[in-house]
T-cell receptor, first 111, second 114 residues
């Protein structure tokens, strides 16, 4: 049972525009959410996180929004750059320190 | 560089064989996680160890086993290999930040079963 879902396998965005990646979860016990970025032939790298006590966290061009009532989070990248082209994984954790990952969204930023 | 190391980088073996993947966590991290990523799939959690003890189990097959040693490095053993076991295997370690845990991933081992 997939507790974290990324329903868009791929996304293409023009350079300079906003990229919005979405993620849904089913377990209301999750209290910490993370985004990871993965380039081919490399391991995922941590990008940004948010705890359930917040609804927004910003780090430079990256902002994560959390809507607890909808069990939905999103990652906004603005402005998008060609180097942002990668696979983005959403992850969630609750008690027990176990992480649940989505299937990833492949972002392509077109120069 | 995440500080997590995995060896080997690539492994090619035949069906029915057994292999061992190795992971060294970041210095000071007590938790080690193993994940499998098959083609077009997300990261499937296999197993977690914390300071030498198994902490959580995910979708790990009975043919697979893992352990974490006193020096905190971990090994994932895959036996009676099947073609479907071909995948990227990632190890991650974690530590607490402000009461929450973040994972840091190694570069992965690409296993090809022929």
């Amino acid at each position: 049972d997939q507790q974290v879902k990324q329903n868009s396998p791929s996304l293409s965005v023009q350079e300079g525009r906003i990229s919005i990646l979405n993620c849904d979860y089913t377990n209301s016990m999750f209290d910490y959410f993370l985004w990871y970025k993965k380039y081919p032939a490399e391991g995922p790298t941590f990008l940004i996180s948010i705890s359930s006590i917040k609804d927004k966290n910003e780090d430079g061009r990256f902002t994560v929004f959390l809507n607890k009532s909808a069990k939905h989070l999103s990652l906004h990248i603005v402005p998008s750059q060609p180097g942002d082209s990668a696979v983005y994984f959403c992850a969630a954790s609750g008690t027990g320190n176990q992480f649940y990952f989505g299937t990833g969204t492949s972002l392509t930023v077109i120069p | 560089d995440s500080g997590v190391t995995q060896t080997p980088k690539h492994l090619i073996t035949a069906t029915g064989q057994r292999v061992t993947l190795r992971c060294s966590p970041r210095s000071g991290d007590l938790s080690v996680y193993w994940y499998q990523q098959s083609l077009d799939q997300g990261l499937q959690f296999l197993i977690q160890y914390y300071n030498g003890e198994e902490r959580a189990k995910g979708n790990i097959l009975e043919r697979f086993s893992a352990q974490q040693f006193p020096d905190l490095h971990s090994e994932l053993n895959l036996s009676s290999l099947e073609l479907g076991d071909s995948a990227l295997y990632f190890c991650a370690s974690s530590r607490s930040r402000d009461g929450f845990y973040e994972q840091y991933f190694g570069p992965g081992t690409r296993l090809t079963v022929t």
